[in-house]
C-alpha cells in the first residue's frame, strides 16, 4: 500500500477543527466524563499508577489504560478540561485514519476516503472524541486490530497479527473483554462466509438449479 500523505493530512486538518478546537468549551457535566476525570486527577495528586482511586478509595469499574493517559494528560498540560478530553481526541483522529485505511485495504482508496469523510461528521463520533470517556480509545484500538489483522491476511504479512493482537491488549486493559469479543464475532463470521464460499458453494450447480426451478414455474404460470 502506497503511503496516502495526502489524505492523512487532510483527515488531521479536518479532526483538528472537529475533535481539538476548543475543546474547553464546555466544563465536565456528564457524569462519565466526571467520574474519570476525578479518578485520574486523584491519582495523580497520591502518585498512584497502579490502582484506580475515586473519593479517596479504590475502584475497579474500568481497566487501568484510560487512567493512565488522562493522568499522563494532566501531569503534561495540568488539571482541566482539554486535559481531560485530550485523549479521546487523539484516539478519535486516529480512528479516522485507520478506517480510511482498512476501507482501502479492503476494497479502494475512494471508500476509504468517503467512509472516513462520513465517520468523521458523525454527530455521535464527534461528542464521543470531545468527551472524558472511554468508547473512542477502545473503537479506536479495536478498529487498529482489524486493521492490522486483514493486512497480514491479505498480504500475507505476519508481523501484522502481532501488531493486531498488540492493539487488542491495549483494546482490553480500555474497557474489558468486549474488546476482544466484538472483532471475534466479526472474524467468525467473516471467516463463516470463505468456507461457504469455498468449500460448500458449487456455483455450477446453483446455476443447473436455478434454470430447472425457473422452467418448472414457467410451466406452473
Known sequence: MKRPILPVIIFLA???YLF???????????PDETF???TAKEMLAKNE???????????????????WLVELSFKAFGVNETAARLPSAVFGTIGIIATYLLGSLLLNKRTGLLAAAMLAVSVEYVILSRACVTDMMLFSLMLLGVLFFFYGHLKGKRYAYILSAAFFALAVLTKGPIAVMLPGLAFLLYFGECFYRRVLWVPEYYQIYTVRTQDRLAGIL
Request: no cysteine.
Open 14 to 16: 479536518l479532526s483538528w
Open 20 to 30: 481539538f478546537f476548543r475543546l474547553d468549551a464546555m466544563g465536565l457535566t456528564d
Open 36 to 38: 474519570y476525570a476525578q
Open 49 to 67: 499508577w497502579l490502582t484506580p482511586q475515586i473519593l479517596g478509595k479504590p475502584q475497579f469499574e474500568k481497566p487501568i489504560l484510560f487512567y
